[in-house]
């Protein structure tokens, strides 16, 4: 896990700050780009090669980070190491760092709220400058593609034939990052000590938000129509409204306002990293 740019990592030291900014040098607001499952930062890219953290430094003065994390690994141990990364770009930035805003896609946004919660544990220093996150399409209840993977799995492997048994181990070989996606998992807890292949068990631990950080959330819909059942059930084709926005009567949800929702229409789920509309969305958010 480190911070990319152009493909290379910034190394966060005097001279890796000094390839990272434009004219007006590093300014005291930093905004962290988290990209989703299977990426790296590259999928934030625009065909000039900008990106929502370039338009912010261009138009708002903020400095930019993208996150290059392994997507395989458990969600609990990317979020571990990006509390430490972010402690790391606090500590050796050449000025004091007032305000950071993170911009999350998909299991980012997973990974940003493990960091929060970790950053709360060990009381980290950056969890108090956190002004504004940004959760795109985050699946909050998890990925009804891996439930189904999950049940498919238990039910080929009590199949009484050898052949069926073995496509349902192979389809087991799925990553923990992929696994943790089920539910949502955030933290250690969760899966430590636990049959990650058991049918459909859900060990999920409730996390706080940051007190003080305002939430936004972006979700997407395939449909014109927002109760079309497509939307009501596949959402963007990967996350459903109700998983983005974390909405439960249980201590597991966000239950984020309404107020700080915004839902595009004919949208894939990987459109929300690349669209301009999104992007003065955002901006919106943050000028407020």
């Known amino acids: 896990m480190d911070f ?11 001279a890796g700050f000094g390839k990272n900014f434009n004219e007006k040098g590093a300014t005291s607001k930093i905004c962290i780009l988290v990209h989703g499952l299977t990426n ?19 138009e ?53 709220h493990s960091a929060c919660y970790y950053a709360q544990l060990e009381q980290m220093v950056w969890a108090k400058k956190v002004k504004n996150i940004f959760l795109l399409a985050t699946p909050h209840f998890g990925s009804f593609l891996e439930k ?27 990553s ?17 000590n636990v049959d990650p292949d058991k049918l459909l068990k859900n060990n999920k631990m409730p996390v706080s938000k940051l007190v003080g950080v305002n939430y936004y959330v972006i979700s997407a819909r395939l449909t014109t129509e927002e109760k079309h059942w497509v939307s009501y059930l596949f959402g963007d084709i990967l996350v459903n409204k109700k998983s983005a926005l974390g909405r439960s009567k249980s201590d597991k949800g966000f239950n984020f306002p309404a107020e700080n929702h915004f839902e595009f229409a004919k949208t894939f789920h990987f459109e929300l990293n690349t669209r301009m509309e999104v992007y003065e969305k955002i901006k919106s958010w943050i000028s407020a």
């Open 148 to 174: 189904f993977a999950n049940l498919t799995t238990n039910i080929l492997e009590k199949v009484p034939n050898w052949h069926t048994r073995m496509v349902g181990k192979v389809i087991n070989l799925r």
């Open 176 to 192: 923990s990052g992929i696994k943790d996606l089920r539910f949502g998992y955030l933290t250690e807890d969760d899966w430590n």
């Open 60 to 112: 708002l003065d903020y400095s930019p980070f993208n996150l290059r994390y392994n997507s395989g690994l458990h969600i609990s141990d990317n979020g571990k190491a990006f509390s430490k990364k972010i402690q790391e770009l606090v500590d050796n930035y050449p000025i004091e760092i007032e305000e950071i805003s993170i911009i999350a896609h998909s299991m980012g946004g997973l990974i940003t």
């Open 40 to 58: 790296n930062e590259t999928i934030w890219s625009f065909p000039d090669q900008s990106d929502y953290g370039t338009l912010l430094q261009n």
């Open 4 to 14: 990319y740019k152009k493909n290379h990592k910034v190394e966060l030291n005097k």
